[in-house]
């Protein structure tokens, strides 16, 4: 397989090449025939329509042929490469074939395999209700290919495609998010830069399936992420900002939000659910931001909670 702008990983190659079967060997006499020439061209774009290279910083797309068998090596795009083409340009022989693509994994997240399911995982997780730092804002595809109007656009377990016997073929496939952007927005306490709070979200799913990213049902360790605060500025008003990129917070039961102080100690805590029940936020959205307004200033006084589209001096970005 002949490929165009790639940038290889020999780490990510590794842990890519541990979840793989069928052609992973010395041997690949069983492996389909590619031609020299590239005659597959494949472009990325977001589904919801923002600018992908603004989103994404790296790209894995691995190859399968029509019984499901990996056909090496995987393709590993980094953010210049992908500056200067966002897509893939292959040599295949005629015939059907698979492929799936992650964006962004390799940071904080890493594909594992559990009971022989690959997943998307924090990294380094061993035990229950581990407190680490931030996820990363890993991306799925194909959500849907663009050539096919009509089509519900919800992601699909691989994207399929056919190389016709002439000629050559060219298509979209959209990436979608496959994690939750949290962003805790804090007002009313002093905003000390040298003092500033700590947010945590705790029980956290430590990884998603596969295919639709969906939290795991069997049990997998919890994790705990926390974020050190900033000061930000929207509309004239500043806050204290937590933003964090998590796994799939599914059905929220058991994730809280806490406020520390900056010696450790834990002031405010509530419920997520709660929180977006009470801020009139869309539970389902991909990003949810939330203000809590600390009201007199005081840590362990009243909380007033509000959607950052309710927030009545900010309006969304």
């Known amino acids: 397989m002949k490929i165009r702008n790639s940038t290889w990983s020999l780490t990510s190659l590794a842990t890519l090449m541990s979840i793989m079967a069928g052609c992973i060997r010395e041997d690949l006499s ?19 329509g923002g600018v992908f290279t603004n989103n994404v910083s790296s790209v894995i797309a691995v190859v399968f042929d029509s019984a499901g068998r990996y056909i090496p090596p995987a ?59 931030n996820g990363d804002p890993v991306w799925y595809a194909p959500a849907i290919a663009a050539t096919r109007a009509g089509e519900v656009p919800q992601p699909l377990e691989y994207y399929s495609f056919t190389v016709p016997e002439e ?6 496939v959209s990436f979608t998010e496959t994690h939750n952007s949290v962003n805790i927005y804090i007002k009313g306490l002093p905003l000390d830069s040298a003092a500033l709070p700590t947010v945590e979200l705790t029980n956290l799913a430590s990884a998603a399936e596969f295919y639709g990213m969906d939290p795991l049902t069997d049990p997998m360790p919890t994790v705990t992420s926390a974020v050190q605060t900033v000061v930000t500025e929207k509309e004239s008003v500043f806050y204290a900002l937590a933003a964090f990129d998590t796994s799939p917070l599914g059905d929220m039961e058991g994730i809280d939000i806490v406020v520390k102080n900056a010696a450790g100690d834990e002031n405010y805590r509530v419920a997520l659910i709660n929180a977006i029940a009470e801020s009139n936020a869309n539970p389902g959205d991909h990003e949810i931001e939330l203000i809590l307004n600390f009201i007199d200033g005081i840590i362990n006084g009243a909380v007033v909670i509000t959607d950052w589209k309710e927030e009545e001096l900010g309006k969304e970005y």
């Open 75 to 133: 393709i590993m795009l980094d953010q210049t490469t992908l500056f200067q083409y966002a897509g893939v340009e292959l040599a295949l022989a005629p015939g059907d074939y698979r492929m799936v693509f992650w964006a962004n994994v390799g940071d904080n997240t890493e594909i594992k395999v559990v009971n022989g399911v690959p997943i998307i995982t924090y990294k380094n997780v061993t035990g229950e209700n581990e407190v680490l730092g």
């Open 30 to 48: 069983d492996c389909p025939p590619v031609r020299s020439e590239n005659n597959v061209k494949i472009d990325f774009r977001l589904f919801d």
């Open 167 to 172: 000629g050559d073929f060219t298509d979209v």
